[in-house]
């Protein structure tokens, strides 16, 4: 209306007659080339769980078809998988108060180590006690790289675990960690120290395959993960991209099935799947895993090691893969917690290219007087009877118990819609690949069932965007009571895959450590997991690490791979 009064105030009035005329015939024309017709909404409601009449149908008609065209303008806008949206998710962060100042952290490693008579032990030395060999330089990075190597080339054939070995990279990274330390410049207890990394973190010069078959050639050009930009300039040295499940999505991958060590007839679960395999048959000392909705929790399972999930905004995904930008989280794959204390220290932290990151302390102690702090335990996901599990569950609360925890029982959050939540998901991942399915080369991917991704994409299409965002609105509300439930505890004790937790804590971006407990009647590993409260890794890791040196199934590892 103000337009028009001032820029056609003047004009005679068979002009803005001819106007109108004009947008009517305009809006005539556009109804009669209409794409969608009153009978395509009326079936699409039912998908919708809509229920318009007859004349709210012909009212949105139009509008209906223009935004298609739009839509159709927008599909053909290419968009890098790098490209995130404009809205950030930030788990708020509760009443408990964060460290704001970073204290120096005591490692305290390992005090004479020795290198073991037999080469082939080093396979399953703690990068702890790797650490003080390079230190102490009873190893050279360059040794230990070229074992490794020769490690990962010797049992890929029976584990598929791996989709490139970056030796060339690996070799001139393990002669300049020397160097440095001929030089007295020592990077910290990661200086030299062999790695893996998921083949969704790009590398320059390797290709970064995803580990799907559209990707297989793929080639990120410049782009360098945050977290092995991290690593290198820490002194480590990767050597390796491991599998994993087909975008990130178990272990099935276009070279086949990534095996789980302890038994090979078994697949190693994913999507982490390399990285857990890997780092359980001694083909490297730690490895760089992520987690969307338990890729970390499942594989570390699988394959009997120690996995963290970090908070959600703690460590930079900028040159990894996205499948959901809300829930996506990088975490370290290792034999134990203190491995995953000295690995995470490293690659937490902002880079000012992922915006969903926050710096704050990690102020680890190791050692914790489990006394001391309130430790709860899921009390009715315990007494579940889950076969091959509850006993190894119950003997770790009696070894938690032991070391001085009051456990106290609790009850994990409950009568919310989690199937809409965990649409969240599905939808972002179909943004994330809406170019795979569009063009039809999602039929190039090995999976293709019903649970599989191209099945799951093309579904998520019919999750509306109103429906997207309110399902995001309850999760601020999960956010909200998982604060609450955590106010009152340091760690609560769960079965790693209990109820709903495991969707519940990915959805609010809450910490997680899950570690070996035991084994099943198939000999094959058990595990447990602690949670802990946004931003507060330490604490879990000190916890986990305290249940590891009271335990010894850390120490025992798939007796097919010991030489």
Known sequence: MTILNTKFKKAPVVLIGLLVMAGFLAGFKMAQNMAIEKEDI?????????DFDDQEIAQMLPNINRNLRGLKELHQYSIDNSVPPALWFKPQKGTR???????????????????PENKNDLAFYTVAELSVLIKERKITSVELTEFFIGRLRKHDDSLKAVISITEERAMAQARRADDLLKNGTYLGPLHGIPYGAKDLMSVPDYKTTWGAGPYKEQNRGSELATVV????????VLIAKLTLGALAMGDVWYGGTTKNPWNLKQGSSGSSAGSASSTSAGLVPFALGTETLGSIVSPSTRNGVTGLRPTFGRVSRAGAMALSWSMDKIGPITRNAFDCALVFDVIRGEDDIDLTVEDHPFNYIGKVDLSKLKVGY??????????????NDDKSLEVLRS???DLQPVEWVSDLPFPAMQAILSAEASAAFDA??????????????????PNLFRSARFTSAVDY??????????VQKVNALMEDYDVIITPSFGGSQLLTTNLTGHPCVVLKNGYNQNGGPTSISFIGNLFDEATILAVARAYQEATDFDEQHPPGFIN
Do not use: C, M
């Not at 964060?98 to 180590?113: A, D, G």
């Not at 899921?378 to 006993?391: G, M």
């Not at 795979?436 to 991704?453: E, M, N």
């Open 469 to 478: 965002i309110n399902a995001n609105r309850v999760r601020h509300e999960v």
């Open 97 to 115: 108060p964060i460290p704001t100042k970073q204290e120096r952290i005591q490692w305290e490693l390992p005090k004479n180590v020795k290198l």
């Open 229 to 236: 930009k991290k690593l290198d300039e820490a002194g480590a």
């Open 42 to 50: 009326k079936a699409a409601q039912k998908i919708l769980d809509l």
């Open 403 to 405: 070391l001085g925890a």
């Open 378 to 391: 899921l009390k009715s996901y315990f007494e579940r009877n889950r076969p091959n599990q509850k006993a």
């Open 436 to 453: 795979l399915t569009r063009s039809d080369r999602d039929t190039l991917l090995v999976r293709q069932s019903a649970g599989a991704w």
